[in-house]
Nanobody, 124 residues
Framework: QVQLVESGGGLVQAGGSLRLSCAAS????????MGWFRQAPGKEREFVAA????????YYADSVKGRFTISRDNAKNTVYLQMNTLKPEDTAVYYC?????????????????WGQGTQVTVSS
């Protein structure tokens, strides 16, 4: 049973930083991609960033490129999302997700496993 547990959300002023963590358990993730998605009130869930566990290739939405960094810690089975220069439009619930044998990584429908989400609020 795959479990994904996010942490690290909170309230921050515009221009500030937060680091989200996603602790993964339940199986070996070497054939998986881990993704971060977000959903603001009244909007669809959107892709933020992804990393392929094997090889470490990373992918970013244009809206966060240069500000956010996704990384992984193999020993801890944990994926991180470092968010810098945060903007009010980054306010959303952020979700960690996992999919096996990834080719595409940016569509929520491709992911089989999801965490419960963590709220990020950026004040202006």
């Amino acid at each position: 049973q795959v479990q994904l547990v996010e942490s690290g959300g909170g309230l921050v002023q515009a221009g500030g930083s937060l680091r989200l963590s996603c602790a993964a358990s339940g199986r070996t993730f070497s054939n998986y991609a881990m993704g971060w998605f977000r959903q603001a009130p009244g909007k669809e869930r959107e892709f933020v960033a992804a990393i392929k566990w094997s090889g470490g290739s990373t992918y970013y939405a244009d809206s966060v490129k240069g500000r956010f960094t996704i990384s992984r810690d193999n020993a801890k089975n944990t994926v991180y999302l470092q968010m810098n220069t945060l903007k009010p439009e980054d306010t959303a619930v952020y979700y960690c997700a996992a999919r096996r044998f990834p080719v595409e990584v940016d569509r929520p429908s491709l992911y089989s496993y999801w965490g419960q989400g963590t709220q990020v609020t950026v004040s202006s």
